[in-house]
């Protein structure tokens, strides 16, 4: 049975990256998302996450109004950053030799 080293600074910081990097691709789309419903006046929806309802009026300006889940974004952050955590943890290096 192999031991479980304890994790290097050098892994700590690629899944703290990679959860960075997650919510930034997550903030990103929103924006996108409710900036295209924005700007067309329609209704973006992504079943259990958010809903972006645009809305262009002739007598009114131009609404969006944002329906969604923090639960349901915190789960998409984590199944984005899940890969290189699997990563991180499980990935071993070759020993150094030295020549």
């Known amino acids: 049975m192999s031991q479980r080293e304890p994790l290097k600074i050098d892994r700590v910081f690629v899944m703290i990256a990679s959860a960075?990097?997650?919510v930034g691709i997550v903030a990103?789309?929103?924006m996108l998302l409710a900036a295209a419903a924005f700007t067309n006046g329609t209704s973006i929806g992504i079943p259990l996450v958010a809903t972006f309802d645009g809305l262009r009026e002739v007598s009114s300006s131009p609404t969006v109004t944002i329906t969604g889940s923090w639960i349901s974004a915190v789960v998409v952050?984590?199944?984005?950053a899940l890969p290189l955590?699997?990563?991180a943890v499980r990935?071993?290096?070759a020993?150094?030799?030295e020549s």
């Open 77 to 80: 952050t984590i199944i984005l």
């Open 95 to 97: 020993p150094v030799t």
């Open 85 to 87: 955590w699997i990563v």
């Open 91 to 93: 990935y071993r290096r």
């Open 20 to 22: 960075v990097t997650a």
């Open 28 to 30: 990103i789309a929103t």
